[in-house]
């Protein structure tokens, strides 16, 4: 197939895989839908570089891309060996003094793509593209994933106040190194370029559901592959074992 030409003014800065999952709330067995749900995230995998970003997204969905929703999130985890990612997403049993032993299920994967971050004119683009489930099912709707996406992405300013009760507090906020606190120039938010601002844990960003067709919107191609049960990457890749990280969500759109 003829790749697409880029558009002008579009710059591709990183591409890679993208891995989105869910963490069931403490102690429930079963998962029947947004309720049940602790945490909802996306790890980002580059291509060129052996680093993985567990991102956590905020109200435990994407934003929606035809309303133009924004939706908050931040690097909880960032790891260079994929042990240490699957160190983070396993089961945990831990003990308290009110309610003894307690369980916090291990992730489930809810999808798998390729992604882009593109510098677009004057801002940048988180862009994605679905390979497993191939259609969006209950689980990714209910998350909203969507088939191919492409949301306006930045980056806060840690050194500038965030609303009461939003974003993260003190030592929670990420370390930037000088050269990259430059780019903000004072500014509460700035563009995602270059895309090492998510190379530290507690860097905050901010998304925004981008309208239309992701690839032919910024000229650009994914190259998405066709993947299946057995040749899915983020078992391989992030190392997680099948019989630990429940997989009906994944393939078959599913709760679980």
Not at 38 to 65: A, C, D, N, W
Not at 104 to 113: D, K
């Amino acid at each position: 197939m003829a790749r697409r030409k880029q558009h002008t003014g579009t710059k591709v800065l990183e591409r890679g895989n993208i891995y989105f999952m869910y963490r069931p709330k403490v102690q429930r067995e079963t998962v029947r839908g947004l309720q049940d749900v602790q945490r909802f995230y996306f790890i980002l995998s580059p291509s060129h570089k052996k680093v993985y970003r567990l991102i956590t997204v905020g109200q435990k969905e994407m934003p929606e891309i035809e309303e133009g929703q924004r939706n908050w999130g931040f690097v909880s985890k960032v790891g260079h060996r994929a042990e240490e990612m699957e160190d983070e997403l396993h089961e945990e049993k831990y003990g308290t003094k009110t309610k003894g032993e307690r369980v916090r299920p291990a992730v489930r994967p809810a999808g798998e793509g390729v992604y882009a971050i593109v510098r677009h004119g004057d801002h940048t683009h988180l862009a994605y593209v679905l390979e497993i489930p191939k259609r969006a099912e209950r689980v990714q709707k209910d998350l909203n994933i969507e088939e191919e996406g492409s949301y306006i992405i930045s980056v806060k300013n840690p050194d500038t106040p965030a609303p009461r009760g939003a974003g993260l507090r003190g030592e929670q906020k990420a370390d930037f190194p000088e050269e990259l606190r430059k780019a903000f120039r004072g500014r509460r938010f700035a563009d995602a370029d270059p895309p090492d601002f998510l190379d530290y844990e507690g860097a905050e960003i901010m998304l925004i559901g981008a309208k239309g067709d992701a690839m032919r919107g910024l000229g650009i191609d994914l190259n998405p592959e066709v993947e299946t049960e057995a040749t899915a990457e983020i078992f391989r890749d992030l190392h997680l074992e099948r019989d630990q990280h429940p997989t009906a969500p994944l393939f078959a759109g599913k709760w679980e």
